[in-house]
Structures are given as C-alpha cells and as structure tokens.
C-alpha cells in the first residue's frame, strides 16, 4: 500500500491527466545488473531479521495489511516465513478494484491464513470523517483513507500483541510516496532498503502470483489512481535514477548520459526524495535542555 | 595599526551555497572595516549532514567568486578538497583578492558533533599560517581549536598579533546565562591574556536542523578586555578597532616573553 502527501506535489496533477505520455524506457543493462539480488539469500536474511526483531520487541507476532499489490504481498509472504503468529487485514473501500481484493484473497490462499485473516470495509470510517471535516477533496480523503488503516492494523497489534509491520518499498520511501503516519505509520520496514523493481524480482523468486508481481503499483486511493500514472514516470526508470544518484552518487549530468533521458525527469525524481525528507526523520525537537533527544542524546532501539 | 575588523554574525541556511553566498558579499560590499570576520563554514551552513559531498563544489566555486569581490580583507568558512575526495573543514581568508586557506585541526566528534565523518583534520606541520594585512599580523583557528591551548599559543609564537576564531557554536541548555557563553568567554580571556593577542570569535547565529546557535561573537583584548559583544540569538555585525597599545602593555607587564619551551618536551613525551 502506498499513499502519497499531495499538498506538497502539485505538479502531479497535471501529469495525472496526461499520463498516457508516461515515459517508459528498457532499464539500462548496467542497472539492471546492479539491483539483480540473490533472492535465496536475501529472503533468508530479512525472514530471519523479522524473526529477531519480533524476539527482540519481546512481541508475539506481526499484523500486516495486505492490499492486492506486490510489496504487501511479498512483505506478507516474508512475514509468514518468519512467524506463523501473523495476522493480516484486508481493508478494501469504494476506490479499490475489485481485482486488487481478488488478489488479497489469493494472497490469503497462497499464505494459507484462512483463520489469520479479517476482512474490514473502510468506507463507513471514512465518510465519517469526510462528513465531519466537511471536506469532499479526493487528496485529503485519500490520506484519511491511509491513515484510517493505520489506525485498524494498530488496534489489531495491540488487542493480539503483534507489531505492525510495514509494506514500503524503497522507491517509495525515497519519493516520498506513502502518507505520513498512514501507511508510514509502521513498526518495521522489511523490504524497506528494496527498490520496486527488486521487490518484483523477489515476488517473483517467492513464487507470488503472476498477476500480483507484474500489476502497476497502485495506492488505489481514488478511482484509477496508479502510482506511475501520478508520478508521470514508471518503476523502472524511477529506480534506475534513485540508485544512480544516492546509491552512486552520481551527479544529473552523469545520469542523463548513462540512461539517455531529459535532465528533467532526472531533477522531477531528485526534487520528490529532497522535499519529502521530514517523512523519514522523526519531528525535529527545537534544542532547550542539556542534551537532547536524538541530537546528542542517542541511544539503541534495544535498550532495555 | 588600527586595523578596523568587521565581526559578521550571519545565519547561515544549511545547504544554500548561493544564498549564503549572496549574503557573504552583500556584507563585503557594505563594510567599511579592513577586514571582515564570518562564522565557521558560514557558506555551506555548520550541519549539513551528507549534503557534504553534494554541495563542497559549489562551495568552492562560491570561495573563489568572493575572493574576487574581495579587495581587502575577508576571512569566512568553507569547505576544501584537498585531493580528490579528501575534504576539510577550512576558512578562506582572502587578502587583497588571493586567497588562501586554513584547516581546523581538532575535529569534534562528541555529543551532537559529527565532524570526522566527513572531514580531514589539519596538519599542524604545515597547516599553521600566519597572514598579514597592512601591518596586523594575525592567525586563524576554527571553533574548536580554541578549547585547547596548542593552536592559539603556536600561532602567537609565530608572530600574530590578533587570532580569528570563525566557529559555529550551538547552544546547549537554555537559561539566564548561558553556560557555553561563558565557557567562550573564559577561554577568550585566557587565550588573549596568556598569548597576549587579539581574539576575535565570530560565531553563527539561529537553528539549523534541531540546534540553535547562539551568536553573541565578541572580541577580547591583550589585556582581557571585552572590546565589543554582539546580540545573542539574532544577527548581527560591529566592528573593532584592533591597536597596539593594547598589544604593548600586556607584553609590557606578563611573562609571555619568558615562555620556557622545555615544558613542550616534557609534554611531547607524555
């Protein structure tokens, strides 16, 4: 699931009408290299992670909310390799395509957690508070709808002493393509240092779905939103900048050279990681005291 | 004498070269003073985190381009590649259009610091350099080498008469008086009087990231007196007029000319 924060991206809605200009291009074989991984090892290493980092909470399990999309299913399908004390919530409303439900309950079948599993329709919650803050604006409903989900995967955390585990992608993380303390709101990121082309491969190795693993990412947060049809760019060459810039370091020259693409592509991807950095730091604390909290005040999550 | 020093205390945005930069050179063309003294690495902003690496360019660029506006006097902070990836948390100090550069040497890696993630330390070898302007001689130390005595006594034993002390010291806790305030304070006093200089301590004022830096830059006389204080929490620029007569009476009346060397072997052994 991935829902983004639209106050800050308003050139998007202009792209959203032309999106059948998306730019596609082949990924560059160098790249395409790069981000290959070992899906044997990999899978190994972030289902032993999830298992520790469950023993270490000192938490019974995880709950996950499984959309139909293929970060949630792979996330799930991790989850259940590393504990069978998993729970997943399915929590459709009106702007979900009934294919994306579909694939949710074959996800149920594949993880076979026909008794892990429950079904909440949000519309109800939503129109509530749609209704109370007087607002029919599809962007706002759109992260009320995320958070709203937030909001039910904690309740169930809580009520089974799991810990919510999250569904982001690095693509998304870097973008900033999800909404803050909506589908942000999460204990843990499994396949959080995975680019979305990598999470496909995983999915892929995983034996997922066709369906699943080769479906355009969607936050499905109104009708026919799709992810690269908002952000006017698909995956692949999402990823190949994302990679080029911050895992190389490479400067936009350099990368207009490498995958033979307009600098403006290049500088649109740069500017979303650049604005949307509050949404992976905790909040700032304006500095009072002696030593303060993060700043020089810095102590490991397992402290006790 | 009489050289007239201009203490800019500017907020500095983190990452903003260009702005910083337009800043640098509004107060150089505005100045009346010899020479004008800014923060540590006042041109890029103290906490830039990994923006380091993608910003030092510009940064020089920027250096060179002010040393060019620069037709006295200018001491201000940035960011030197020594060789390739190699950097260094340096001050520019450009006298009648050339410039040159000085590197901190201690770099702090303690409490909010982060310093030797990114930088190189200086060499005191080859690194302590002392400059003339019409007939002030003075030396550069950055920030944190003025909490140890070795940067500023060395320079002094070269010959300065005055050291600038561009820093970007952020405040700690909040109250009536500030103690890192008067920790500065304290240590100017010391350094002019046992060295028997000039110190003039230009620091960065407003928040950057979680911190905020608490200005109140000053300048301390050979005989310990502080000669002019600027706002604390707001920028803020004044100047001074460095003289000798000051220079004069406290070597007149200290023992600073009877410094007895043997104790740095003794030192250099422990």
Redesign the interface.
Known sequence: MAFSKFSSFRWYYTLNICSTNILIMVMHEYIRKSLTIDCEAVTNYIVERIREYLEFSNKKGGVIGVSGGVDSAVTATLLAKATDNFFILLMPSSSTPKIDLEDSFEMIKFLNAQNKYKLINIDEIVSLFSNKIETNNKYVIGNIKARVRMIILYAYAQMLDYLVVGTGDKSELLLGYFTKYGDGGVDVLPIGDLYKTQVRMLGKCLGLPERIVTKPSSPALWEGQTAEGELGIDYETIDSILYLRFDE?RSEDEIVKMLGIPIDTIKKVDRLVKISQHKRLPP?????????I???WRFPRRWA | MGIRVELAQIRSYPGDVYRNYKKHLEIIETSTADCVIFPELSLTGYIIKDLTYEIYKDAEEATRKIAEKVNKCAVFGTIKEVRKGILRNAAAVIINGKMDYIYKFYLPTYGLFEERRYFQRGDPLKDLKIFEYRDLKFGVVICEDAWHPEPIEALSFMGADAIFIPSASPMRKLRENLAIEESWDSLLKAHSLMNTVWTVFTNVVGSQEEEYFWGGSRVVSPLGDVKLKLNLFYEDRGVVEITENELLRARFFSSYRDHIREFHSILDKL
């Open positions: 370091m700032e604390i304006f500095r009072l005291s002696g030593r303060a993060n700043s020089d």
